[in-house]
């Protein structure tokens, strides 16, 4: 007997607990853009699992270097070498420019080693006074759901009722580069930042801003921290956001697409200052660095290279944006984007995001909302022009009946 998607809901509901709010919808295959639903009905995802998806569901390079390794050896702790650990330093360090590099698991493991690593750096290096270390992070950040993390967020839903929080953070608003400037003490280690802020809703920075942080960075003796894990490995049409504004910070996170959705990968790149400092016993991770994460890893940035992933996102995100911007109707406020990270934002009067998004499933399309009023446009960068042209169409019905 087939399950049906009620069923599953349903077991869900009694057993999980009740920490998402996704739509329901219940996917049991995908394929390139494509996925369906225990029933058979297909969608076109539009998420790509907050980016971590950019190569497409299921790329076939990307399960066949998976099933060969599974097959080889697939975790030894870091107590030992293993045959592919240097081979994805060399690759990830010859794509990025790094010097170094820390293999982690998730996106906010990375964050917490920057965190771990700048701090240490701070007191060894630039001679910040024991435990006065402080970094500056942006308002309406979003960097993982750690304890750490969740203290410095200011979204009340992040970190109500989970404190007390690790002092050590300053917080400014995103995009105010003078701001980022007064914040600054001779204590001050590290400024992290999402070059678009993406769960704010796809916010991007005034132009030079960037590049502004990157100088006064330098001139304070602050370690620059990019965290590229949504906005990195070609999401926005460059292999990392930062290369808009032609800037390079001093660590660099990336996560999510590293493995193009099939195991989960993260790292950080930093120059060799930074995680020069961390001796044997200070910090480590049993599963960061197997051998299976690291030839998925691999796989997975040879075909967003070799395939042309990036390429295509800045081309088809083009033509996404303008489509979109087309739209005639009263309720939407604001289409931005870069590549493709795109974010439709809605006027209040439209009653909140969340019913679009159900509206677009029912015509085969997977999105979803943020900070209420926002839907979220991230499709899989192998998407082609017809299917976007398609999407658009989508949006354009459900946008325009709310007129």
């Known amino acids: 007997m087939t399950v049906q998607s009620a069923d599953l809901i349903a077991l869900e509901q009694q057993l999980g607990a009740n920490n998402y709010k996704p739509l329901d919808v219940v996917l049991s295959r995908g394929q390139g853009v494509w996925v369906w639903d225990v029933e058979g009905r297909r969608y076109l995802d539009g998420l790509a699992a907050y980016s971590a998806i950019n190569q497409g569901h299921c790329h076939p390079r990307i399960a066949a270097a998976m099933i060969e390794q599974m097959g080889k050896l697939t975790l030894t ?131 030079g801003y960037l590049k502004r942080a990157r100088e006064l960075c330098t001139q304070h003796g602050v370690t620059l921290i990019f965290d590229e894990i949504q906005t ?65 890893a691999r796989a997975a940035l040879r075909v967003l290279v070799e395939e042309g992933m990036i390429e295509n996102a800045a081309i088809q995100g083009e033509r996404l944006l303008q489509g979109l911007r087309a739209i005639r109707s009263n309720i939407v406020r604001d289409v931005r984007g870069r590549g493709l990270m795109t974010a439709v934002e809605l006027a209040p009067e439209a009653g909140g995001a969340r019913g679009y998004c159900e509206a677009l499933k029912t015509r085969g399309v997977l999105v979803k909302e943020t900070h209420e009023h926002t839907i979220r446009v991230s499709p899989p960068l192998v998407i082609k022009p017809e299917e976007i042209d398609w999407l658009v169409e989508q949006f354009d019905a459900v946008l325009s009946s709310g007129n």
């Open 77 to 207: 702790s870091r107590a030992f070498r293993n045959d592919q650990l240097a081979l994805f330093y060399r690759d990830i360090a010859e794509l990025t420019g790094s010097h170094r590099v820390l293999p982690m698991n998730s996106g906010a493991e990375a964050v917490e080693t920057a965190i771990k690593a700048v701090r240490k750096w701070g007191y060894e290096v630039k001679g910040v006074p024991a435990g006065q270390a402080e970094i500056i992070v942006c308002a309406d950040n979003f960097h993982g759901r750690t304890l750490a993390v969740v203290g410095f967020s200011s979204d009340p839903e992040s970190r109500g009722g989970f404190g007390p929080f690790a002092p050590g953070f300053r917080m400014v608003p995103f995009g105010d580069a003078d701001a980022l400037e007064k914040a600054i003490t001779p204590n001050t280690v590290a400024f992290l930042v999402e070059p678009i802020q993406g769960e704010a809703g796809v916010i991007i920075p005034p132009a």
């Open 232 to 296: 990195g490995l070609g999401r926005t049409g460059k292999l990392l956001a930062e290369e808009h504004e032609g800037v390079e910070a001093d660590v660099t996170l990336v996560g999510k697409a590293l493995s193009g959705g099939f195991y989960p990968v993260s790292a950080v790149l930093s120059n060799s200052e930074v995680l020069g400092v961390l001796k044997p016993g200070q910090h480590g991770s049993t599963f960061g660095g197997n051998p299976l994460a690291c030839a998925v």
